[in-house]
């Protein structure tokens, strides 16, 4: 005989009261938000992410408007050349037709993106150039920290005890106010420096100890077979040790989204440094930062989906281990 299911186990129940209990929350926030006569301002939003742009071309001085050889000309005293004026534009006035000085001549309207997403262009730029810094600088120092040789293990304990040790913001501050200014690096790549050498650190003991974890049987029998150390590290144990770490690289690469905000601190127009200019500018905190926030949620979910995928892919042909 079937047992029944209970009730705390029907899925839908389930999914019906975590709704629910989503839904409470959010309109508690509104009603505190209420209770703090707050005005909200969607409808401000939109341009933020695109916006209409005129375009006017003036004239430049007095004269008459003429087109030869598919170029606009005023003739007047001198002949001025409208270097920006195409047919494209809608015209005020037609070729022949006598213009004044600053008459607009012709118009055009166009669709410019707004600051949220050139900042969100900032971030994902500087997470993407960051990601790589990192997965560089923690296979190097892996490499380091499992090598024979003492020093070499010394050099890479000590970069990650220092690192991993103090806080990723004081290490954007030394890095743009003392380095940056050493080798004269712009801002961007001083951001870009900082995520990935703080990363690098935690990206170099996950992978260390993924390698570690592979059986050192798979080595010696590489070796056996006459294949170098490196050909058996770089073919056999570095696959399996991205692998099995795939997970917790994955978490890492959120993570770094996320703290690529930091970056702000040094007036990189990022996400969060546009949102903080969006609300100086508009006074309108609730709209902007719950814009902001779902923005990195949609980054760091799509890493997440792709990160599943590939761990169901490899558990497919043959496991993660």
């Known amino acids: 005989m079937a047992r029944k299911e209970s009730w705390t186990q029907n899925k839908n129940l389930g999914h019906l009261?975590?709704?629910?209990?989503?839904?409470?929350?959010?309109?508690?926030?509104?009603?505190?938000?209420?209770?703090?006569?707050?005005?909200?301002?969607?409808?401000?939003?939109?341009?933020?992410?695109?916006?209409?742009q005129t375009i006017n071309v003036e004239a430049p001085?007095?004269?008459?408007?003429?087109?030869?050889d598919g170029k606009y000309y005023i003739d007047g005293d001198d002949k001025v050349e409208l270097k920006n004026l195409d047919s494209s534009f809608l015209?005020?006035?037609?070729?022949?037709?006598?213009?004044?000085?600053?008459?607009?001549?012709?118009?055009?309207?166009?669709?410019?993106?707004?600051?949220?997403?050139?900042?969100?262009?900032?971030?994902?730029?500087?997470?993407?150039?960051?990601?790589?810094?990192?997965f560089v600088i923690g296979?190097?120092?892996?490499?380091?920290?499992?090598?024979?040789?003492?020093f070499l293990r010394d050099i890479a304990s000590v970069y990650i005890t220092i690192v991993r040790g103090t806080p990723l913001l004081v290490q954007i501050f030394l890095f743009y106010f003392i380095v940056a200014n050493i080798f004269?690096?712009?801002?961007?790549?001083?951001?870009?420096?900082?995520?990935?050498?703080?990363?690098?650190a935690y990206m170099a003991e996950i992978l260390r100890g993924a390698i570690q974890s592979i059986d050192k049987g798979q080595l010696e029998a590489a070796n056996s077979l006459g294949i170098s150390k490196y050909q058996a590290m770089r073919?056999?144990?570095?696959?399996?040790?991205?692998?099995?770490?795939?997970?917790?690289?994955?978490?890492?690469?959120?993570?770094?989204?996320?703290?690529s905000s930091l970056v702000s601190v040094i007036a990189i127009t990022d996400l969060t440094k546009v949102g903080k200019e969006i609300v100086a500018n508009t006074f309108s905190p609730f709209e902007t930062w719950i814009v902001i926030a779902l923005l990195?949620?949609?980054?760091?979910?799509?890493?997440?989906?792709?990160?599943?995928?590939?761990?169901?892919?490899?558990?497919?042909?043959?496991?993660?281990?």
């Open 17 to 52: 009261i975590a709704l629910a209990f989503y839904l409470a929350v959010g309109y508690f926030f509104y009603l505190a938000a209420a209770n703090m006569n707050y005005v909200w301002k969607w409808n401000s939003v939109p341009k933020y992410f695109a916006y209409e």
């Open 61 to 68: 001085i007095d004269g008459k408007l003429v087109l030869e």
């Open 91 to 134: 015209f005020d006035y037609e070729v022949g037709n006598d213009v004044y000085q600053y008459d607009y001549i012709a118009s055009k309207t166009e669709t410019k993106a707004g600051p949220i997403l050139n900042g969100l262009w900032v971030t994902l730029k500087i997470s993407f150039l960051a990601a790589i810094l990192t």
């Open 139 to 150: 296979i190097v120092v892996a490499m380091m920290k499992l090598s024979p040789l003492v």
């Open 184 to 200: 004269e690096l712009d801002r961007f790549v001083a951001g870009v420096l900082s995520l990935g050498i703080f990363f690098g």
């Open 235 to 259: 073919y056999i144990i570095l696959p399996q040790a991205f692998k099995r770490a795939l997970p917790t690289l994955v978490g890492e690469m959120i993570a770094l989204i996320k703290d």
């Open 296 to 321: 990195y949620l949609c980054i760091t979910s799509t890493l997440s989906y792709v990160g599943h995928r590939l761990e169901k892919r490899m558990q497919a042909k043959g496991g993660m281990s």
